[in-house]
């Protein structure tokens, strides 16, 4: 994709972006360095590469499954407004 300096100053105005003569052309050249990666990114073949789950070959530490906090809904319902069946009931709030 190739930009012109009319193309900076146009979306500049749309942004409401007050942008130098030298802003702009500094704006054109750094557009353009990025626009000409993506386009040597996109030319790479990649039908044939897998996904890969992580950047890194690693291991997560796992951690046992244990319980570590008691049972307190019981409490905790006593306090709420309305309960049934052990749910919490909240008002309806569309109709």
């Given at each position: 994709?190739?930009?012109?300096?009319?193309?900076?100053?146009?979306?500049?105005?749309?942004?409401?972006?007050?942008?130098?003569?030298?802003?702009a052309?500094?704006?054109?050249?750094?557009?353009?360095?990025?626009?000409?990666?993506?386009?040597?990114?996109?030319?790479?073949?990649?039908?044939?590469?897998?996904?890969?789950?992580?950047?890194?070959?690693?291991?997560?530490?796992?951690?046992?499954?244990?319980?570590?906090?008691?049972?307190?809904?019981?409490?905790?319902?006593?306090?709420?407004p309305?309960?049934?069946?052990?749910?919490?009931?909240?008002?309806?709030?569309?109709?």
């Amino acid at each position: 994709m190739t930009l012109s300096l009319s193309d900076i100053k146009r979306v500049a105005k749309l942004a409401r972006i007050e942008i130098s003569e030298a802003d702009a052309q500094q704006n054109l050249i750094q557009l353009s360095g990025i626009f000409n990666l993506i386009e040597q990114m996109q030319a790479v073949e990649t039908q044939k590469i897998k996904p890969m789950s992580y950047s890194q070959d690693m291991v997560q530490r796992l951690r046992e499954d244990i319980v570590t906090e008691t049972d307190q809904h019981i409490q905790f319902q006593s306090i709420a407004p309305q309960i049934e069946d052990s749910y919490y009931l909240v008002p309806r709030v569309i109709e």
